[in-house]
């Protein structure tokens, strides 16, 4: 089990800069992938960024690349997701999730854990 809990939304005029973190809770922390999501209202739950469990790795959707940039720090039990020139669009909750350390870490459905999200609202 991996219990998730998300930090460091908030409201940020476009063009500006934020940076999640996601702590973990359980020993095994360093085995699981870890990615981003993002939802906004009325729309589907989408990978914004993901890493493997060992950092050697990462995955970013096509809309952030260049912009946002996912790192983890496995003695802290922490992943993070620094957002720089935001937009507007990117108004959403931000999830983080956690799945075991193998095959594809790139899709929702991959991920067996959720934290409660964090409300990001970006103000032109």
């Known amino acids: 089990q991996v219990q998730l809990v998300e930090s460091g939304g908030g409201l940020v005029q476009a063009g500006g800069s934020l940076r999640l973190s996601c702590a973990a809770s359980g020993r095994t922390f360093s085995s699981y992938d870890m990615g981003w999501f993002r939802q906004a209202p009325g729309k589907e739950r989408d990978v914004v960024a993901a890493i493997r469990w060992s950092g050697s790795s990462t995955y970013y959707a096509d809309s952030v690349k260049g912009r946002f940039t996912i790192s983890r720090d496995n003695a802290k039990n922490t992943v993070y997701l620094q957002m720089n020139s935001l937009k507007t669009e990117e108004t959403a909750v931000y999830y983080c999730?956690?799945?075991?350390?193998?095959?594809?870490?790139?899709?929702?459905?991959?991920?067996?854990?959720w934290g409660p999200g964090t409300q990001v609202t970006v103000s032109s």
């Open positions: 999730g956690a799945r075991p350390g193998i095959g594809n870490y790139f899709t929702k459905e991959a991920y067996n854990y």
